[in-house]
């Protein structure tokens, strides 16, 4: 597995607290399966236009992911890690042309909106990127609280050129249930291009790598697993546009019927 969204660096966000803590992460991601990890801090798009406020982000997370890439290089020889970070759009234009913003150096950059709200133009916001030459990979979009409600747009993300990134955690309802069915419909559509773990580096909080594979597996999904986990990851990192990920049909849980569950196409 490749994961391309979690927070790692030590001591920069909401994510790991320590160095320590950060090595017991990857440990635990890596005896779950995980390979290669690009990790994700975050980081605010308006912080772009104030060159104070970016060259001091850009030095604490520089320092911090030096000291991570030296004990993982000890620690994991064999574990490829890289960093990008996850951008938080409260600026809809920012300059992404740094590449350490950008996913592994590469065009594809990792991006949300803040308050887990879908603000008024999103498509024209991802067009206006694509123009730049990036790529917009949206990050969780099943957790937006208003996904359910105004599900077209995901049609819209997608033809504006957006990827879209989804949680382990979603689809195994450990954001709720709204969540979990937005996770399904995405995953049903066949909309989804890449899964990642969104590890916060929490002791308490579970990876879910192992659950994941498992209810994949559950399935008889584990091809749609591997082009999400394997395949379209490492395209990415390849700067190479991700594969089309086939529509699936899923069981219907009793949540799904009550929430009026609808098929793919309907967006
Ligand atoms: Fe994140």
């Given at each position: 597995m490749i994961d391309l969204h979690s927070h790692?660096?030590?001591?920069?966000?909401?994510?790991?607290?320590?160095?320590?803590?950060?090595?017991k992460a990857v440990g635990r991601l890596v005896d779950e399966g995980v390979e290669?990890?690009?990790t994700t801090p975050h980081?605010?798009?308006?912080?772009?236009?104030?060159?104070?406020?970016?060259?001091?982000?850009?030095?604490q997370v520089d320092r911090a992911f030096e000291e991570l890439r030296a004990g993982v290089a000890s620690a994991f020889p064999d574990l490829p890690l890289g960093r990008g970070f996850e951008i938080m759009l409260d600026d809809p234009f920012p300059d992404?042309?740094?590449?350490?913003?950008?996913?592994?150096?590469?065009?594809?950059?990792?991006v949300e909106w803040p308050r887990l709200r879908i603000p008024p133009s999103t498509p024209d916001v991802i067009e206006r990127i694509r123009e730049q030459g990036w790529i917009p990979v949206i990050a969780h979009p099943e957790r937006y609280a208003s996904l359910l409600r105004n599900f077209p747009i995901v049609g819209a993300?997608?033809?504006?050129?957006?990827?879209?990134?989804?949680?382990?955690?979603?689809l195994l309802g450990r954001y709720?249930?709204?969540?979990?069915?937005?996770a399904r419909r995405l995953l049903e559509g066949g909309w989804i291009d890449v899964l990642s773990s969104d590890f916060h580096a929490?002791?308490?909080?579970?990876?879910?790598?192992?659950?994941?594979?498992?209810?994949?597996?559950?399935r008889e999904l584990d091809e749609v697993f591997e082009?999400?986990?394997?395949?379209?990851?490492?395209?990415?990192?390849?700067?190479?546009?991700?594969?089309?990920?086939?529509?699936?049909?899923?069981?219907?849980?009793?949540?799904?019927?009550?929430?009026g569950f609808l098929r793919p196409g309907d967006a």
């Open positions: 790692l660096v030590p001591d920069v966000d909401d994510g790991a607290r320590s160095l320590d803590g950060a090595l290669r990890i690009v980081f605010d798009a308006s912080w772009v236009r104030d060159p104070a406020r970016f060259d001091a982000r850009m030095d992404l042309s740094d590449p350490r913003l950008r996913l592994g150096g590469t065009r594809f950059v990792l993300w997608r033809r504006a050129g957006a990827c879209l990134q989804m949680n382990h955690g979603s709720g249930d709204e969540a979990r069915t937005a929490r002791p308490h909080l579970s990876t879910f790598v192992s659950e994941i594979r498992a209810w994949f597996a559950q082009l999400l986990t394997m395949g379209n990851p490492s395209r990415i990192l390849a700067d190479e546009l991700p594969d089309a990920v086939p529509s699936v049909t899923l069981e219907r849980g009793l949540w799904d019927r009550l929430t």
